[in-house]
């Protein structure tokens, strides 16, 4: 029993202490994958086409839908619980929104590969990260969480309340923090607009290609 609880306790340390970064080396390795990776797909066909434009669709939706999210939180997180907007449709739509964007990014690969690896990664790792960030919302805002928490789902946005939901008579952003999301935000049509160059940079042999998935 010690030995689970100490096990849990390390994992939750090791998230805390590491989201940030993991996710990065995660995104990283991915991408340097992608470098020697090849489609198995017919050029100029209608997978891979489609899969082009499913990925710039999710991009241009992530970048949206944080944004939005942003405009919430940005100076308020942790100081009050936030409940409007996006989070009055899920508890972690900055999350889901990510989601959303790194699925884009995977698809501009124009594999099938990449986006379930990228789904696999996210479902496996990001259960235990909003599970210790509400353990401190928890801790913070009490029963006010826990009717939030509650009526509120998770991850995947409750959309029969879009026309109910609360948006809120004004904000109160800062700038600087806005700023900083806003330049997070960017990251995803690099990596996007990366990822599908390595296409064109295996035609012209700038870069070998080791692997051919579907």
Known sequence: MAANSAAVFSWAWVVRRFRIASTRLAAVMLVLLAAVTEHSWSEDGWVDFGLEITGMTLVLIALIGRSWCTLYIAGRKDRVLV?????????????????????????????????????????????????????????????????????????????????????GQELVVNPRLFRKHLFSVVWFVIAFLLVHSFEWLHEIKLLPVYFHLY
Do not use: D, M
Not at 99 to 125: P, R, S
Not at 134 to 159: D, M, N, S
């Open 83 to 167: 409940t409007e907007g996006p989070y009055a449709l899920s508890r972690n739509p900055l999350y889901f929104f990510s989601f959303l964007g790194a699925l884009g990014v995977a698809a501009g690969t124009e594999t099938l590969t990449f986006i379930c690896g990228v789904a696999a990664l996210f479902a496996f790792y990001y259960p235990f990260v909003i599970r210790e960030e509400e353990k401190k919302l928890l801790a913070l805002h009490g029963a006010q969480f826990e009717e939030y928490r509650r009526t509120v789902p998770a991850f995947f946005p409750r959309w029969s309340a879009v026309r109910v939901f609360k948006e």
